[in-house]
DNA sequence: CTACCATCCTGGTTGC
DNA sequence: TGCAACCAGGATGGTA
């Protein structure tokens, strides 16, 4: 489920009860999410102080004041929850993970699909897998129009397949790069390596576009998706093509029993959405 | 090295 | 209404 602005959500609801604050005890109710949760978990994560916490691509890392934590990624149905409140927690079927913090305040790793991942990392961890090879962040301002096209020059996917490899910018997912090809006006089939300069720097700023609208919007809720307090994002009510198969493309003018409206198509087992009129 | 495919898992929606 | 098939925001490891 959660792209960048999902997780980025996530992040910023996490921030005021885990940034600076210390991990009592940690309890795992179930180890095997997509990557089994070591043995060795919760011995290393309590009573340790989080220092720092990023966001780096669609993983949240928590660090300590060594430089080592842990990392967190939702997969496509993982939530966070946390109960600030003395009420009691209550038991919910895939509440993998809790956390206790020493003032109480309780956070919660849910996740039905268990495609999550939940693991230490040691001081080193932007130098091993999978940061060491991850593209740039699509926020930052190093990610530049001919940085993109550098690393599309010797793409021989589609661009719709290439803005989903995380090795090629970091935190895009099937929504988002619908979204920002829409806006860029390129065509889904696109074969990376034919995208010019021009292109490449149009969709740069789509990207970004799309990815701040989307974060100031809380995020897209499809089904899985929530705000760490519970409430939904909804820039899904902004999708301009993602979901939105024969419907009309929200700035073409054309006939829509002409055009049929948005399309959809299926690239490498994923649902692309395009307006046929616009993206060339 | 690159690209494609199946797979991990549950739950919601769709269609018969 | 009931049930089966299909679909979903992602990543990875194997194979070609």
């Not at 309890?27 to 994560?45: M, Y």
């Not at 080193?124 to 096209?149: D, I, R």
Request: hydrophobic share 35%; net charge positive.
């Amino acid at each position: 489920m959660p792209e960048l602005p999902e997780v980025e959500t996530v992040l910023r609801g996490l921030e005021p009860v885990m940034l600076g604050c210390l991990i009592q005890d940690v309890r795992v109710r179930r180890r095997d999410l997509r990557v089994a949760i070591s043995d060795d978990f919760e011995k290393n994560i309590s009573g340790k102080r989080i220092v720092q916490l990023i966001r780096r691509g669609k993983y949240i890392i928590a660090l300590n004041d060594q430089g080592a934590g842990f990392c967190l990624h939702l997969g496509m149905s993982g939530r966070i929850k946390i109960f600030t409140d003395k009420k009691s927690y209550e038991d919910v079927l895939h509440d993998h993970v809790l956390f206790r913090m020493e003032n109480g305040d309780q956070i919660v790793f849910h996740d039905p699909r268990r495609f999550g991942m939940l693991y230490l990392v040691d001081a080193n961890w932007e130098k091993e897998k999978p940061f060491s090879v991850m593209g740039e962040e699509p926020l930052s301002e190093t990610f530049s129009g001919l940085a993109l096209w550098h690393k599309l020059e010797s793409k021989k996917v589609p661009i719709k397949n290439a803005l989903l490899d995380q090795n090629v910018v970091a935190g895009v997912g099937n929504i988002y790069a619908c979204e920002a090809l829409y806006q860029a006006e390129i065509h889904p089939t696109r074969l990376a390596s034919s995208i010019r300069k021009r292109e490449a720097e149009l969709l740069v700023k789509s990207i970004r576009n799309v990815l701040t609208n989307a974060i100031d919007a809380g995020g897209s809720t499809l089904r899985d998706h929530r705000k760490t307090d519970g409430s939904m994002g909804y820039f899904q009510y902004g999708f301009s093509v993602y979901d939105r198969e024969g419907k009309p493309c929200p700035s073409c003018d054309c006939d829509l029993k002409k055009t049929g409206g948005i399309q959809r198509i299926v690239q490498s087992g994923r649902s692309s959405f395009f307006c046929p009129v616009k993206q060339t």
